[in-house]
């Protein structure tokens, strides 16, 4: 099954092709984040009119890199939700389109399980089932993955998710946008032990998270003065580690109730550095293992859809309902990864 994804949920426009058969076959990514930056975050106006200028072209690239014609092509997968209505109405409008034209089957795929599903992309895939930490955006959840289109929720963000908090507390240092990789920058610069932060429900029973009390405590740090460059870089640093302890704490726990002696990591913040650190010397402590997706493959990128898509496409044609192509679409910017179906739709 060699299919066509399309993302376009937010500031990146994706595209790629991926064989069920021979794995990812090309793929072309536009970040808007120079865009974006003298505005400190995404204007989702801009960020619209930038997809419907990038997406053809970047169409294009991806098949030429994978060899082939649009024709060659089983199906087409784009992101249905969530994100930025009109963000998603320009990849789905493209999306259900091209597999309209071509005659082949379309399907519009969860974000959020296009980011679970990634570290499949990798020589070294996990196997399922497997406990899943997904810190995307303003996702922040713990899932249990019994096969593609099985999640049990584990655990989940109360308010603020882990990207927010990174996005949040750079902001209040001054830092550019995307806040998250310019906070990592400066905690490389800190010396520890000058700031203590709260590590909000580190050491409650169940597996949920929450940020808010974290941002709080930042913007009451920032308030009380910062006399120089080096105890923003110290504050920073505070800032990074007491998000990634209480993620890599949390994780551990899901693994150990969960059972599945494995973990996966995906997601925007699944690049930090730190955070690869503290779950790889847990896993070697606890005794499971740890997956990530590829570096490149963190952030929003078409390969996901693409893998998403094919893996759901597949499934339905083997189980003989293989939907039609598409004569309509729609997009769902509000989109609970528990209200997704199973893989062949039932």
């Known amino acids: 099954m060699r299919v066509l994804g399309i993302e376009s949920s937010c500031d990146e426009t994706g595209l790629a092709v991926y ?193 808010s009390g974290l941002k709080t405590a930042v913007r009451t740090q920032v308030a009380r003065g910062l006399p120089d460059e080096s105890a923003r870089a110290a504050l920073a640093l505070e800032v990074e580690t007491a998000i990634t302890e209480v993620l890599a704490a949390k994780a551990v726990r899901a693994v150990r109730e969960s059972g599945h002696g494995r973990l996966v990591v995906a997601g925007g913040v699944s690049a930090n550095r730190q955070l690869r650190e503290r779950l790889i010397q847990a896993a070697e402590r606890e005794r499971f293992r740890v997956w990530f997706p590829p570096p490149a493959l963190c952030t929003d990128n078409g390969a996901m859809i693409a893998l998403a898509g094919a893996l759901r496409l597949d499934a339905m044609a083997r189980a003989g309902c293989l939907p039609s192509a598409p004569r309509n679409f729609r997009v769902r910017p509000r989109w609970p990864l528990e209200e997704l179906e199973t893989i062949a739709g039932r």
């Open 19 to 211: 064989c069920t058969e021979r794995g990812l076959l090309g793929q072309a990514l536009h970040s808007q984040v120079d865009m974006h930056e003298r505005y400190g975050g995404v204007v989702p106006e801009l960020a619209s009119r930038d997809h419907i200028r990038r997406v053809m072209p970047l169409a294009r690239q991806a098949l030429a890199e994978s060899g082939l014609a649009p024709a060659d092509l089983d199906g087409i997968a784009w992101t249905e939700g969530p994100g930025l209505a009109g963000a998603l109405l320009v990849g789905a409008a493209v999306g259900a389109t091209l597999a309209w034209a071509l005659g082949r089957p379309g399907i519009g795929v969860h974000h959020l399980e296009g980011h679970l599903l990634s570290p499949l992309l990798a020589s070294d895939q996990p196997p399922m089932p497997f406990t899943a930490l997904l810190v995307s955006g303003g996702h922040t959840q713990l899932l249990a993955v019994e096969e593609i289109g099985r999640y049990r929720l584990l655990g989940d963000t109360l308010d603020d998710a882990a990207g927010e908090a990174f996005d949040k507390s750079a902001k209040l240092l001054g830092l550019g946008y995307p806040g998250g990789p310019a906070l990592s920058r400066l905690a490389a610069q800190g010396k520890p032990g000058r700031f203590k932060l709260p590590r909000p429900m580190l050491h409650d029973a169940g597996l949920d998270f929450s940020f």
